[in-house]
Nanobody, 119 residues
Framework: QVQLVESGGGSVEAGGSLKLSCTASGLLISKFVMRWHRQVPGQERELVASISKSVNGIRIEDPVEVRFTISRDTSKNTVYLQMNNLTPEDAAVYFC????????????WGQGTQVTVSS
């Protein structure tokens, strides 16, 4: 059974930092594109960052490009999202996704972790 479990969310003041973790079981993160998304109630889910199978393909989406970093530790089967200089606009539920990009594509999602940023 595949599980992605996010952790590390919480409440911080603007300018603060959080490090989210996504620990996988039932799959190897090195075999998937791992992605972080976020979603605000009433809005579409937004892709934030992704890391490829080979780790060479790391992409951080605007507008978090200079503040967020994505990394992984295959020994812990865990993907991280380091978030710095947080703003109230970063407040959302953050989700982890494991994506198989080869045909046939399929994916797995975690349950999400809440990030709250106060001004």
């Amino acid at each position: 059974q595949v599980q992605l479990v996010e952790s590390g969310g919480g409440s911080v003041e603007a300018g603060g930092s959080l490090k989210l973790s996504c620990t996988a079981s039932g799959l190897l993160i090195s075999k998937f594109v791992m992605r972080w998304h976020r979603q605000v109630p009433g809005q579409e889910r937004e892709l934030v960052a992704s890391i490829s199978k080979s780790v060479n393909g790391i992409r951080i989406e605007d507008p978090v490009e200079v503040r967020f970093t994505i990394s992984r530790d295959t020994s812990k089967n865990t993907v991280y999202l380091q978030m710095n200089n947080l703003t109230p606009e970063d407040a959302a539920v953050y989700f982890c996704e494991a994506l198989e990009i080869s045909y046939p594509q399929y994916n797995y999602w975690g349950q999400g972790t809440q990030v709250t940023v106060s001004s």
